[in-house]
């Protein structure tokens, strides 16, 4: 089955920088696209980032816009997200999800079909 | 942006219950509405996607419906495993998610 397994978090001071990274097994990466998605202790689900299958594409939160890169190596089957100018706010459980599109009425819906565990990133002095 | 308002925040309730959550867009979003259900420590599920569409494996006791900007989540019969928060999701353009219920024994 899919398996989706981030790594890289840590703690960090503010303004500092850090890479995410995401490795996927069972599945055939370079047909999927594959998202980010924070979560902040205690608090609800925030979408960050998406890459397209081929990586042609990206597109962002406006939290993280011009301080977060998302990016994929198809050849490794790993997603990373690379942050940087971090700030206090960026504190959360960093999940890497797997873009599932399902169809309804012959309509393609897209969905967060498959979740990593996270990988917790801490932003303080 | 769109936006999800989703209510309650909080909903009591007991086993056998059934419980109504409901999202609601800041601009019309057809059926791209998707549910989700969240377990202490653990990642999300997807429950239900295109506002109604049961995800496989989910027990029917779930439903959704809805279409533009009023959206709701039913489970018939609380069962124990149900306690859990639930989050909907509008695809329809940037992924954007409600703040979530927290869905409490009463």
């Known amino acids: 089955q899919v398996q989706l397994v981030e790594s890289g978090g840590g703690v960090v001071q503010p303004g500092r920088s850090l890479r995410l990274s995401c490795a996927a097994s069972?599945?055939?990466?370079?047909?999927?696209?594959f998202h980010w998605v924070r979560q902040a202790p205690g608090k609800g689900l925030e979408w960050v980032a998406l890459?397209?299958?081929?990586?042609?594409?990206?597109y962002y939160a406006n939290s993280v816009k011009g301080r977060f890169t998302i990016s994929r190596d198809n050849s490794k089957n790993t997603l990373y997200l690379q942050m940087n100018s971090l700030r206090a706010e960026d504190t959360a459980l960093y999940y890497c999800?797997?873009?599932?599109?399902?169809?309804?009425?012959?309509?393609?819906?897209?969905?967060?079909?498959?979740w990593g565990r996270g990988t917790m990133v801490t932003v303080s002095s | 942006d769109i936006q999800m308002t989703q209510s309650p925040s909080s909903l009591p309730a007991s086993v056998g219950d059934r419980v109504t959550i409901t999202c609601r867009a800041s601009?019309?979003?057809?059926?791209?509405l998707n549910w989700y259900q969240q377990k202490p420590g653990q990642a999300p599920k997807l429950l239900i996607y295109?506002?109604?569409s049961l995800q496989s494996g989910v027990p029917s006791r779930f439903s959704g419906s809805g279409f533009g900007t009023d959206f709701t989540l039913t489970i018939s019969s609380l069962q124990p495993e149900d306690f859990a928060n639930y989050y909907c999701?509008?695809?329809?353009?940037?992924?954007?998610f409600g703040q979530g219920t927290r869905l409490e024994i009463k």
């Open positions: 999701q509008q695809s329809h353009t940037a992924p954007h």
């Open positions: 999800v797997k873009e599932g599109v399902y169809y309804e009425s012959d309509a393609p819906h897209d969905v967060f079909d498959v």
């Open positions: 890459t397209s299958y081929d990586g042609g594409n990206e």
């Open positions: 295109a506002a109604s």
């Open positions: 601009e019309s979003i057809a059926n791209y």
């Open positions: 069972g599945v055939t990466f370079t047909n999927y696209g």
